[in-house]
C-alpha cells in the first residue's frame, strides 16, 4: 500500500486516483436480514472480521443513556458457549487482536486474525450476536470499568468535558445531547432486565453489517458466514430510530465551565448539516481549511503569526443527523479568551467574505485525496469503510466514489457553506478557566 500512496503523489489526476485504489467486493443479504459484505486482498495474509450494529447513543431511552457504549464492553464477557473474559485470549492466541468502538450512531466491533483464522472469528461475533452472556455479573464488573474510563477520559482530564458539555447547549431534544458514555446515574439504576431488553432490541442480524475484509476465499468465505450468522433469528419487532428534528438554536449561547487547567480555552460549536449532503462536504473541506496541518488558516494566525493560541483546530462530526462542528483554541499564557475568539472569528469572517486563492484550494483538494487513501490503507478500515457506507447511505460503492463529492465541492460552496452555518446564532460559544485557587 505504501507503494500506491507514493504513486497516488506523482499522479494527481482523480481518474486514475480512482482506478488505482478501487476496492472490489462482494454483498448480499442472508435470510434474517444481516447484510454481509465481503472483500478480498490477498496483498499480505490476514484478515478483518468486524460487525457493525446500528446503535448508538442516540437511540437510548434517555432515562438510560450509556447503555450503547456500555454494551461495547459487556459483550466481551463472554457467551453461553465462552468462558468470561475468554474472548482476549481466542483471539491473542490465534497471532490476533480485537477491539471495539461506539458512536452516537452505531457500535463496532472487529478482530484482526491471520487469514487462516477467518472461521475463528465468525465464530466469535456469532456469539455475540445470539448467545452473548447479559447478566447481572457482567454488568457490575462493567459498571466499574466505565466509571473508570469516565474519570479517565472526562472527569480528570484536562479539557474532558468539551464534547459533553457543548453537545448538551447545542442540542435541546435530540439525543445527541447527551455524552455516549452516558450517565453513571442511569447504569446505576438500571436494572438485568434493562440490560437484557436492550440487547435483545438491538443486537440482531437484521440491524447489523458484517463486513470481511484481506485475504480470503470468497466462496469459503460465504460458507462460514451461512454456517454461523444464518441459524440466527431475525428481529420482528421495529428498531428504534430516534426521529427528532432541532429547531433553529435561535440565538447565541454563551457560557463559562471552570476546569482543572492552567490555560484558558475558547470553544466554539455549530450546527451543520447531516453526513451525505452536499453541503456537509463543504462544512468538512472548510474544516480542512482552517486547521489541517501546519500551514492551515488557524494555526498560521493564531499560534504563528499572532502568538495568541498554543493549539488550534476544527472539526465536523460525522453523524447520521444534522451535527456540529467543534473549532477551538488553548490560549497563551496571558492572553485573554476574548482576544483569542475575536481571532477565530476574524479568520472565519475570511472564509465567509473571500474566495481561496487557487494554490489552497488546490492543497486542499490534495489534503483530501489523501486523507481519503489512508482511510483505506488497512483491510480493518476498508471493513469498516464498507460497513459505514452500506449502513449510513445504503450504498457501499461509496467506498469507491465518495472522494468524487468531496472534489466536486467548489470554492463557492465553501463560502457559502461558511455564510450559511457559521453564523453566531448558530453556535455555543465556551470558555474554559481554571478553577480558582482555594485560599488557604
Given amino acids: 500500500m505504501r507503494q500506491v500512496i507514493c504513486l497516488f503523489l506523482l499522479f494527481t489526476t482523480t481518474g486514475l486516483f480512482s482506478q488505482m485504489n478501487k476496492i472490489d467486493y462482494v454483498e448480499y443479504d442472508l435470510d434474517n436480514g444481516l447484510h454481509v459484505i465481503l472483500h478480498q486482498d490477498a496483498s499480505t495474509p490476514i484478515v478483518a472480521v468486524s460487525v457493525m450494529y446500528h446503535v448508538g447513543s442516540k437511540n437510548e431511552n434517555p432515562d438510560r443513556t450509556g447503555f450503547a457504549h456500555f454494551f461495547e464492553h459487556l459483550l466481551f464477557e463472554g457467551s453461553e458457549n465462552i468462558g468470561r473474559g475468554e474472548y482476549d485470549s481466542y483471539v491473542e492466541s490465534a497471532g490476533g487482536t480485537l ?17 487462516n483464522q477467518l472461521e475463528l472469528g465468525l465464530w466469535l461475533e456469532s456469539e455475540r450476536m445470539l448467545h452473548a452472556k447479559v447478566d447481572i455479573d457482567g454488568v457490575e464488573t462493567q459498571r466499574e470499568v466505565v466509571k473508570e474510563e469516565r474519570r479517565q477520559r472526562i472527569d480528570n482530564q484536562p479539557y474532558g468535558s468539551v464534547v459533553q458539555e457543548s453537545m448538551k447547549r447545542i442540542y435541546k431534544k435530540h439525543p445527541y445531547r447527551w455524552p455516549v458514555i452516558g450517565s453513571m446515574e442511569h447504569l446505576n439504576a438500571a436494572v438485568e432486565a434493562d440490560y437484557k431488553q436492550f440487547y435483545e432490541d438491538f443486537y440482531v442480524p437484521n440491524n447489523a453489517v458484517l463486513s470481511l475484509a484481506g485475504d480470503l476465499d470468497i466462496d469459503q468465505a460465504k460458507i462460514w458466514v451461512e454456517k454461523y450468522f444464518g441459524s440466527i433469528p431475525r428481529s420482528t419487532k421495529e428498531i428504534y430510530r430516534p426521529n427528532v428534528v432541532e429547531e433553529p438554536l435561535g440565538g447565541e449561547v454563551r457560557d463559562t465551565i471552570y476546569d482543572n487547567i492552567q490555560l484558558p480555552a475558547v470553544i466554539q460549536t455549530y450546527r451543520i448539516p447531516a453526513q451525505g449532503t452536499p453541503e456537509f462536504y463543504a462544512v468538512s473541506m472548510m474544516a480542512t481549511l482552517l486547521s489541517q496541518g501546519k500551514s492551515s488558516r488557524l494555526t498560521k494566525s493564531l499560534v504563528d503569526d499572532q502568538q495568541k493560541a498554543l493549539f488550534v483546530g476544527a472539526f465536523p462530526f460525522n453523524l447520521e443527523d444534522p451535527g456540529v462542528t467543534i473549532a477551538f483554541a488553548i490560549c497563551n499564557a496571558g492572553i485573554e479568551p476574548n482576544d483569542v475568539e475575536a481571532s477565530i472569528d476574524a479568520e472565519i469572517q475570511k472564509v465567509k467574505t473571500e474566495l481561496i486563492s487557487d494554490e489552497e484550494y488546490e492543497k486542499l483538494r490534495n489534503q483530501i485525496e489523501n486523507d481519503f487513501v489512508s482511510s483505506n490503507s488497512r483491510v480493518a478500515g476498508i471493513a469498516e469503510s464498507l460497513a459505514n457506507y452500506h449502513m449510513y447511505y445504503g450504498d457501499a460503492s461509496l467506498i469507491n466514489t465518495e472522494i468524487d463529492r468531496y472534489l ?7 463560502m457559502a457553506a461558511a455564510q450559511k452555518f457559521f453564523t453566531k446564532d448558530n453556535r455555543v460559544v465556551l470558555y474554559y478557566m481554571p478553577k480558582p485557587v482555594a485560599q488557604p
Fill in 408 to 414: 466536486a465541492v467548489t470554492k463557492e460552496d465553501i
Fill in 99 to 115: 477491539n471495539a468502538n461506539t458512536s452516537n450512531d452505531r457500535t463496532f466491533y472487529y478482530e484482526i486474525l491471520p487469514s
